[in-house]
């Protein structure tokens, strides 16, 4: 099938802010029999996440039977929890520390789509039923979520926020009413859910972790002494002290309490299909996920890169931070020696926050800023992780360009992003993405490069080794049937548009 591409002009005001790629959600869970400071360890394991979501964060308690506390805001981890809001969730579990055998907390970090980005759906949610109530945060993307909340209305069932978390939070309490324990309500639950999620949720006396059957999105366990923990990535459990594991398999619910650790695997056993773009993008570099470390995996990317696009050149810089193991990995294969071609001010957040286009673009050259030194008069190999408008880059070349740079050859680890995410990335219209906009012979052009190349699918899988993966951002195959129905219904509007309305 033919390709086909946008007749309109090119240029930088055809891609609006609000196409960029922006990081998944993510979660952190402890179950302790010791005498810790829970909610700083939880807190010191969303500042280890918060790379995976800026816009909020949260952190839930349960310092007794049922008892939960939450804290949570807008922002990052550390200008939400300061002393006195840290101190408040320490001090309900103090309490009735010593007259329990288990303590619990689980924490949240989160960006969401543009449409979901109130206040109302900062995580963990606490929701209480006519058994309790549980404590729930959650990362990915459900695919029936509108049908599933429209057949839960009509039964009766009453929604705050539009986030996922709380669909399954009521879908597990209402099959708890006619099961044996929250572990089976959740399993029996996850028979109606489709599509992306890994959560962790707390009962009064259990830390409880699921991931979809597909495996899209990395949930890994870990101990901290005596202390079980549960997070999106390895790096959380590492930064503070603890030793990682293993995964939680695709499709698991996992039980921490009295009885320490116990599995359910009936959704397991089925095709996995984990996100190509955690592997490239999302994760840390110092993460493990399904079995492969992410640092090792992008040296092996940059690596096949350069098998598939070599091209004369002096030096090959990475685009900080995501690009620089590909790019460590490209120049081990070329010959080329690698260089620091950026410095970046680390104190500067995300460009893809930025309102405007010339926002963006100012906040781009203060966040990086070239070393004339290092590129004056040298063909640079420019390696980056993905690229999904495009306009970002286009203004890291030029920065190439004027410190000197004789030749900017730019190359991309991922191949072209074309398809809509419909797992959790907040992707919802193809005609944004730069793969979309430019044909392939043109990209180099536009992005003021001298050559441009992407790494092929193939050659990607061929780094991976046997594990099923999603592809469907580059292929428009989806392992899970995409919605049916608009997922922006009712529930997912700000509460304020509603008032007033009956």
Not at 306 to 326: K, L, M
Not at 474 to 492: C, R, S
Request: proline residues 5%; neutral net charge.
């Amino acid at each position: 099938m033919k390709e086909q591409y946008c007749s309109a002009p090119l240029s930088a005001a055809a891609f609006p802010f609000n196409g960029g790629l922006h990081e998944e959600c993510g979660v952190f869970g402890i179950c302790s029999p010791e005498d810790l400071l829970l909610a700083q360890e939880v807190y010191n394991a969303l500042f280890a996440l918060q790379h995976r979501g800026q816009l909020s964060c949260g952190i839930a308690v349960n310092p007794g039977e049922g008892a939960f506390v939450c804290e949570k805001g807008m922002g990052l981890v550390p200008d939400v929890f300061n002393r006195e809001r840290l101190k408040r969730l320490e001090d309900a579990c103090a309490e009735t520390r010593g007259d329990r055998g288990l303590s619990f907390a689980v924490g949240h970090v989160r960006y969401s789509p543009a449409h979901s980005a109130e206040p109302e759906n900062t995580q963990p949610l606490v929701m209480r039923y006519a058994k309790g109530a549980i404590a729930i945060a959650n990362n990915g993307g459900l695919t029936n979520a509108a049908e599933l909340r429209r057949e839960l209305s009509a039964q009766g069932s009453v929604f705050q926020t539009g986030t996922d978390a709380e669909l399954i939070g009521s879908l597990t309490c209402r099959t708890r009413l006619t099961t044996t324990s929250i572990e089976a309500a959740l399993v029996q639950a996850m028979g109606r859910l489709r599509g992306a999620y890994s959560l962790v949720m707390l009962s009064p006396q259990k830390l409880i972790a699921a991931r979809d059957p597909y495996g899209f999105r990395p949930l890994c366990i870990g101990k901290l002494g005596e202390a079980w923990l549960v997070a999106s990535e390895s790096c959380a459990i590492t930064s503070i002290g603890g030793t990682f594991l293993r995964d939680v398999e695709p499709g698991e619910v996992v039980t921490f309490g009295k009885l320490g650790m116990t599995s359910n695997k009936t959704h397991c056993g089925g095709k996995t299909a984990h996100c190509l773009f955690e592997y490239a993008y999302f994760a840390r570099p110092d993460s493990y996920l399904d079995g492969m470390g992410m640092h090792n995996l992008r040296l092996s990317l940059g690596a096949r890169l350069a098998e598939e696009y070599p091209v004369p050149a002096d030096c090959v810089v990475g685009v900080p931070d995501s690009g620089i193991d590909a790019a460590i990995g490209y120049s081990r294969a070329s010959g080329d020696p690698y260089i620091t071609g950026f410095i970046k001010n680390r104190y500067v957040g995300r460009a893809f926050f930025q309102g405007t286009q010339q926002e963006r673009q100012i906040a781009v050259a203060i966040k990086l800023n070239p070393i004339r030194a290092a590129v004056e008069g040298k063909r640079v190999v420019l390696v980056d992780d993905a690229i999904v408008r495009g306009v970002t880059v286009g203004r890291i070349v030029s920065l190439l360009r004027k410190a000197g740079a004789s030749e900017v050859h730019y190359r991309v680890t991922c191949p072209p992003f074309r398809h809509v995410c419909h797992y959790g990335t907040d992707i919802s219209d193809p005609a944004l993405l730069f793969a979309n906009k430019v044909p392939p012979e043109q990209a180099a052009e536009y992005l003021g490069a001298d050559s441009m190349g992407y790494l092929s699918l193939e050659g990607f899988k061929s780094c991976l080794g046997s594990a099923g993966v999603c592809s469907a951002c580059f292929t428009g195959e989806y392992p899970v049937d995409p919605p049916k129905e608009a997922q922006h219904d009712i529930y997912a509007r700000p509460l304020r548009t509603l008032e007033g309305r009956g």
